[in-house]
């Protein structure tokens, strides 16, 4: 599976964005997908997923802000990011997770929250 992501930028705290992450498959063929994020210098974490279901989980750390959801006509996962925070600073990057639990991962996009 290829993925591409993109929708990444510079916003000030307090501000929003949001996160594409366009498959090059039917996403309902696919387990799961999600993101993740990688900041300097830290291990990277996942953030938000969602299964071929529709079940969601999140980060504790970005609960009630971000949310995820999907147009499985476009193959394409969105993260809607609100109420973002210095500490969201970080590359995002899209998962897929195939039924043979294979992952494939997209190119990072780079989010800055400014203080």
């Known amino acids: 599976v290829q993925l591409q992501a993109s929708g990444g930028g510079l916003v000030q705290s307090g501000g929003s964005l949001r996160l594409s992450c366009a498959a090059s498959?039917?996403?309902?063929?696919?387990?799961?997908m999600g993101w993740y994020r990688q900041a300097p210098g830290k291990q990277r974490e996942l953030v938000a997923v969602?299964?071929?279901?529709?079940?969601?989980v999140y980060a504790d750390s970005v609960k009630g802000r971000f949310s995820i959801s999907r147009d499985n006509a476009k193959n394409t996962v969105y993260l809607q990011m609100n109420s973002l925070k210095p500490e969201d600073t970080a590359v995002y990057l899209c998962?897929?997770?195939?039924?043979?639990?294979?992952?494939?991962w997209g190119q990072g996009t780079q989010v800055t929250v400014s203080s």
């Open positions: 998962n897929a997770l195939n039924t043979g639990y294979q992952s494939s």
């Open positions: 498959t039917s996403i309902l063929s696919l387990n799961r």
């Open positions: 969602i299964t071929s279901g529709g079940s969601t």
